[in-house]
Antibody
Framework: QVQLQESGPGLVKPSETLSLTCSVSGGSISGYYWSWIRQPPGKGLEWIGYIFYSGSSNSNPSLKSRVTISLDTSTNQFSLNLRSLTGADTAVYYC????????????????WGQGILVTVSS | QSALTQPASVSGSPGQSITISCTATSSDVVSHNLISWYQQHPGKAPKVMIYDVIKRPSGVSNRFSGSKSGNTASLTISGLQAEDEADYYCCSNAGSGIWVFGGGTKLTV
């Protein structure tokens, strides 16, 4: 059974950079697309971006200038860096795996981490 | 503002059926028919209930069904049960590697 676990700081100061890691167990990170999704307290889900095991990635146009997603197949982990933080970045951050068919079409998020609450405050 | 619009809340009594709509601001957002629906209970990660507009993953109750007409996708839950009370989100693979979520709908049973 694939399991995902987010790790990182729970509190970050405004203007700083958030670094989160998602550890994947019970399966290989290779061959799959992986994603970060966040949810501000009491609000809806927001897609942040994805990375393929080959390294190709894309991100939400609204966050693109501040987001870097990377992946390390040797440790079975992928990471999120979000720069220039403000209070609006306070959220529960989830990592998730895409279910994709053999033609490369991705259909939905099939495995999720439990989420990590990140608060941006001085 | 999300490219997918959902009602903020819906409610129903046990045994009844309800439908949650998800309307795209642009046909491009839903043209690939890669629309999925997620159920989220408080403090929990979302769980997929429907994908590709109408398909149910293994293990999801057949009380959950999906459909689409024009720019609007819908999730119908029949035979409402107390455990169905949750937040529901639609999501679309909008093409060009971009994914979008709807604003979410709170279902009260």
């Amino acid at each position: 059974q694939v399991q995902l676990q987010e790790s990182g700081p729970g509190l970050v100061k405004p203007s700083e950079t958030l670094s989160l890691t998602c550890s994947v167990s019970g399966g290989s990170i290779s061959g799959y697309y992986w994603s970060w999704i966040r949810q501000p307290p009491g609000k809806g889900l927001e897609w942040i971006g994805y990375i393929f095991y080959s390294g190709s990635s894309n991100s939400n146009p609204s966050l693109k200038s501040r987001v870097t997603i990377s992946l390390d197949t040797s440790t079975n982990q992928f990471s999120l860096n979000l720069r220039s933080l403000t209070g609006a970045d306070t959220a529960v951050y989830y990592c998730a795996r895409y279910y994709c068919s053999t033609d490369g079409t991705c259909h939905y998020f099939d495995y999720w981490g439990q989420g990590i609450l990140v608060t941006v405050s001085s | 503002q999300s490219a997918l619009t959902q009602p903020a809340s819906v409610s129903g009594s046990p045994g009844q059926s309800i439908t949650i709509s998800c309307t795209a601001t642009s046909s491009d957002v839903v043209s690939h028919n890669l629309i999925s629906w997620y159920q989220q209970h408080p403090g929990k990660a979302p769980k997929v209930m429907i994908y590709d507009v109408i398909k149910r993953p293994s293990g999801v109750s057949n009380r959950f069904s999906g459909s689409k007409s024009g720019n609007t996708a819908s999730l119908t839950i029949s035979g409402l049960q107390a455990e169905d009370e949750a937040d529901y989100y639609c999501c679309s693979n909008a093409g060009s590697g971009i994914w979008v979520f709807g604003g979410g709908t709170k279902l009260t049973v």
